[in-house]
């Protein structure tokens, strides 16, 4: 906006005292000051408003003025709530240094000009912004992306003060400026849980001392009536901004609505390019399936090794995750969002550089989907080569907080881990390892379990497949009678037990782990035995009451 409009402006109570010549300036902020030097404080173009504290003598108004002239300010208005009116000394330095002077009359805030300034001032940048988001639109749709969504949030956070990110379901930051770990996955599982119960967009978030507003990006610009929200809110980017959208204008909300748009294009253009790792996938898949000769398996792996892993000069060892999204009513079709949703679980949160998932290949048949992870040779010094492969505990520690969110009462997602294997013939084993691993997990509580294939080696192994009926009275017998005694005296001995098992009946290491008098935890003990009947001295019964509570 221009000086002029603000002297146009009867309510703002401004009277020109020099400077008519440059009132065609742009006012792009306003800051209101009375230090003797605010120049740190200016970016240029502000009007600043002062009550001239800082004056203390004539010869400070020339110092001030050259201060404000250097820091390039678009003009001057004092306050005449403290004063009978505006110094000549002032006066006289602003028209030395073609510094545009106005008086605010008393009965006139500084605040209420303020407020004028930046809503004015937003109202021009959101229109300038929409400009350039249209066209950066029409660009993006019909050629190359010009810097994808960093970009759109640079100029969302240089236009309009908004710093902006674009999450994963999972919180992992795709686009923006640092953002801490813990943060981004509060914004997706609150995203995720607000969606599901279908509140209004955007959604409003606090999360580290901040508020953010969370707006939905969905692939391609579908629209969401009419479909069930559970085939795509695993699936969706979220754009979050550091502001409370509550009481946007509407013209705002569009703006954003068009940002979300413009990210869905690139979004798009990453899905795309997938095609060809989820189409090497499903090839593999189908031959490992079928029983197809490992020569023939592979000279297929060689094609796939260089488009995932480019420059690689020699096969690496491979690794493979089974997924698996359940729903309540089973009326979804699962596998598509099992199959983005390992390819972003895959993804390192730690990642940079270009688009991560490149090094993963995802394919899905019926309910499940099946990742063919690369995993780089490398060589030790005793020249062996040897691969660091996923670990399910560090998969699941990523994703479980948000995406439980998202899956709600009534769905799961269970996914199992195979060991590494360095040859096409070790695949058909490492599929069904990883298979065998996910029904272990799937016999695991929660909404988000794991499983790897070292758990496929001990008594995990066994547990899944206990019938019901069976587990319910086994753990019963050992344990209710300790739950009963828990529940009428408050006496804690279910952590007593698990903390003694845990310590290898350690009666030291438990009882400074349960902050214990060792003969507190003796008795606890007694009391435990003496409840069922057992000796927890005696390697059969600890093995029993491990199972127990591990069945429980």
């Not at 979220?238 to 979300?260: C, F, M, N, S």
């Not at 989820?278 to 197809?292: D, F």
């Not at 009534?410 to 065998?436: C, I, K, N, W, Y």
């Not at 350690?506 to 782990?513: E, L, V």
């Amino acid at each position: 906006m221009r000086l002029r409009a603000l002297l146009e402006t009867d309510a703002l109570g401004l009277r020109l005292l020099g400077g008519e010549d440059e009132l065609d300036r742009t006012v792009r902020g306003v800051m209101t000051t009375d230090l003797r030097d605010p120049s740190r404080y200016l970016s240029g173009g502000e009007l600043v408003l002062t009550g001239l504290a800082w004056r203390r003598e004539p010869a400070d108004s020339e110092r001030f003025v050259r201060i404000l002239t250097a820091a390039g300010v678009a003009g001057l208005a004092a306050g005449e709530a403290e004063i009978a009116s505006t110094p000549d000394d002032l006066i006289e330095a602003c028209a030395r240094h073609r510094l545009p002077l106005f008086s605010v009359d008393e009965t006139v805030s500084f605040a209420s000009i303020t407020e004028h300034v930046v809503r004015q001032v937003s109202s021009e940048r959101a229109g300038d912004l929409a400009a350039v988001v249209d066209r950066h639109r029409r660009l993006m749709t019909s050629g190359p992306a010009g810097g994808g969504p960093e970009v759109v949030l640079d100029l969302l956070k240089s236009d309009l003060d908004l710093p902006a990110w674009v999450l994963s379901p999972t919180g992992r930051r795709i686009a923006g400026a640092a953002l801490a770990a813990p943060v981004g996955a509060v914004l997706a599982g609150e995203h995720l849980a607000a969606a599901r119960t279908g509140r209004r967009e955007p959604h409003r978030v606090t999360a580290g001392g901040h508020t953010y507003s969370v707006f939905p990006i969905r692939s391609g610009g579908r629209m969401t009536a009419g479909r069930d929200v559970r085939e795509t809110v695993l699936s969706d980017w979220l754009l979050a901004v550091e502001a409370d959208a509550a009481d946007w204008p509407a013209e705002r909300l569009d703006l954003l609505q068009g940002v979300t748009q413009l990210i869905a294009v690139e979004r798009d253009r990453r899905d795309a390019a997938r095609t060809v790792r989820r189409r090497l996938a499903q090839e593999v898949l189908e031959l490992v399936q079928t029983g197809a000769a490992p020569a023939e398996i592979a000279a297929r792996l060689r094609v796939a090794a260089p488009v995932l892993l480019p420059g690689l000069g020699t096969a690496p060892h491979w690794q493979i995750v089974v997924a698996r999204v359940e729903w309540a009513d089973g009326d979804i079709e699962a596998g598509p969002v099992a199959q983005a949703l390992l390819e972003e679980v895959l993804v390192d949160p730690d990642a940079t550089g270009p688009e991560p998932s490149d090094r993963i290949a995802v394919a899905h048949t019926g309910d499940e989907a099946v990742a063919l992870v690369p995993l780089p040779a490398v060589v030790t010094g005793t020249d062996e080569a040897t691969a660091t492969g996923l670990h399910a505990d560090a998969l699941l520690a990523a994703v479980r907080t948000p995406l439980a969110a998202g899956l709600a009462d009534d769905g799961r997602l269970t996914f199992g881990v195979s060991a590494p294997v360095h040859s096409a013939e070790g695949l058909r084993g490492a599929l069904e390892e990883a298979r065998h691993a996910r029904r272990v997990a799937a016999a695991r509580p929660g909404p988000v379990c794991a499983a790897g294939h070292q758990e496929l080696a001990s008594h995990v192994l066994l547990l899944p497949f206990v019938p019901d009926d069976v587990r319910r009275a086994f753990t019963a017998r050992l344990l209710d009678p300790l739950k009963d005694y828990d529940h009428r005296h408050r006496a804690e001995l279910i952590p007593t037990l698990e903390a003694f098992l845990d310590c290898d009946g350690s009666w030291t290491r438990c009882a400074t782990r349960l902050h214990l008098h060792v003969n507190t935890l003796r008795y606890r003990v007694g009391r435990i035995e003496q409840l069922t009947g057992r000796d927890l001295s005696r390697l059969e019964d600890k093995l029993d009451f491990f199972l127990a509570l591990r069945m429980s």
